[in-house]
């Protein structure tokens, strides 16, 4: 995972490629045709695509590849070919269109921010109408509610993006933004109606707005709860009922505000209800305020990865939630979501970006290439990629200074979607 040339690395001329050396292109991502600037060659194909660059010489990584080296050709070296004309290979064809639809991508992306932008400022006009002008913050969170219902129902599919650390700037109003997007997310891949999807927003939107009746002291602690502080805090859902009903939100709103911490198993609060007895919009809340709480504690330190925390919860915490919005939850999330920073099969290095809910396994993933500009970093679709895979997940500390600074994993993961993922390409 270094960006530079190791021991391990040599020089060879192109004549010696052979099959099974993995190899490092010296050449701007725009130039070669392969999808990485580092691989392993598997073809024959491949190598005379190298040997067509016109290159004089290739760097290849000896402890990486299956084998040596072709003897280096006897006698007075051989001229470099001049680069052959690209206009008709189907190999530079398909990069060029991989490139456009990177562009294109890089475009819905800045499209999610800026709109992610809008909703973020929107949340915090809402919390700050709260008291002094009760109907405006409602009226506020019904036009959001029903602007994110709107695009998330025009396509038959959409994208989670991860969004950037900058795009908000208001930590305080990310985590109702998170739980009201991807509850609303969920609702929808559950067959949802419309007005249920609407419901569900109000409801998430509003989901912690008893903890503005507890002192900060205790909502931000850092340190263990005392009993009588827990006692306290598990109050925020009454609480946030009483403030529910001052905005006049909907009964099922209400309901979600009430049972937001219900668990299927009844060790939840405030009621210790089970199973039915949950209404089925708040099971649905509980499952993303899990996973958002997990991710973006309090405590920085103890946050999990998004890996961790679904993992977490499907498997040592899965009778805690309703078992089909929960396995539902983790397809739309897919096994890697997004910030998940992974290994690739090929031994590149990257963070999961997008996932579409079609096809978790295969995510786009923002891939460390240190002969490309942070700001033109590689977008990979991996379903366009039948022979590169996710090998693991890391936590973002285990990831050498130069590469944690290029992928700069968020420190808080905040989420948009992109509700053009399912629209035929024009």
């Not at 192109?14 to 993995?22: K, W």
């Not at 998430?204 to 827990?230: N, S, Y």
């Not at 609480?239 to 909907?250: A, N, S």
Request: charged residues 25%; hydrophobic residues 40%.
């Amino acid at each position: 995972m270094s960006e530079k040339t190791t021991t391990a690395d040599a020089y060879i001329s192109p004549a010696q490629l052979c099959v099974g050396l993995h190899v490092q292109l010296d050449l701007p991502w725009t130039e070669h045709p392969f999808t990485f600037s580092s691989f392993k060659i598997k073809s024959l194909e491949q190598i005379v695509t190298l040997q067509a660059l016109g290159l004089t010489r290739i760097r290849f990584n000896k402890a990486k590849s299956d084998g040596e080296p072709l003897a280096a050709p006897k006698g007075i070296p051989a001229e470099p070919t001049a680069p052959e004309s690209h206009e008709n290979d189907p190999l530079y064809q398909a990069k060029r269109a991989r490139v456009e639809r990177l562009l294109a991508q890089q475009a819905r992306v800045a499209k999610c921010e800026r709109e992610f932008l809008t909703s973020a400022k929107a949340v915090k006009s809402i919390n700050q109408n709260l008291f002094a002008r009760p109907a405006d913050a409602r009226q506020e969170a019904e036009n959001l509610v029903d602007g994110i219902a709107d695009s998330m129902l025009t396509e038959s599919d959409i994208a989670i993006n991860l969004m950037k650390d900058k795009a908000g700037g208001e930590d305080v109003y990310f985590h109702s933004l998170n739980v009201t997007l991807l509850s609303m997310m969920l609702a929808k891949e559950l067959k949802a109606p419309r007005e249920a999807i609407r419901l569900i927003g109000m409801g998430a939107m509003f989901h912690d707005v008893g903890k503005l009746d507890i002192p900060d002291r205790i909502v931000r602690k850092t340190e263990p709860l005392t009993k009588p502080e827990w006692s306290l805090l598990h109050q925020h859902c009454a609480y946030g009922v009483e403030t529910g009903r001052k905005l006049g939100l909907p009964n099922e709103a209400l309901t979600v505000i009430a049972q937001h911490h219900e668990y299927a198993d009844g060790t939840g609060y405030p009621k210790g209800l089970k199973g039915a007895d949950i209404f089925l919009l708040a099971r649905v809340v509980a499952i993303v305020n899990t996973y958002d709480n997990l991710c973006n504690p309090m405590k920085a330190s103890t946050a999990l990865t998004p890996h961790q925390a679904l993992s977490l919860m499907y498997a040592q915490q899965r009778g805690k939630f309703d078992t089909v919005p929960l396995t539902t939850f983790v397809r739309c999330m897919g096994i890697y979501p997004p910030g998940t920073v992974v290994v690739l099969s090929n031994e590149s290095v990257g963070m999961v970006v997008s996932v579409n809910s079609a096809i978790p396994l295969k995510p786009t993933v923002l891939i460390y290439d240190p002969t490309v500009p942070r700001e033109r970093a590689i977008l990979v679709e991996l379903e366009s990629e039948p022979e590169v895979s996710i090998s693991r997940a890391l936590k973002p500390d285990q990831l050498p200074k130069p590469i944690y600074d290029y992928l700069a994993p968020r420190r808080r993961l905040t989420y948009y979607f992109d509700s053009e993922a399912g629209a035929p390409a024009s």
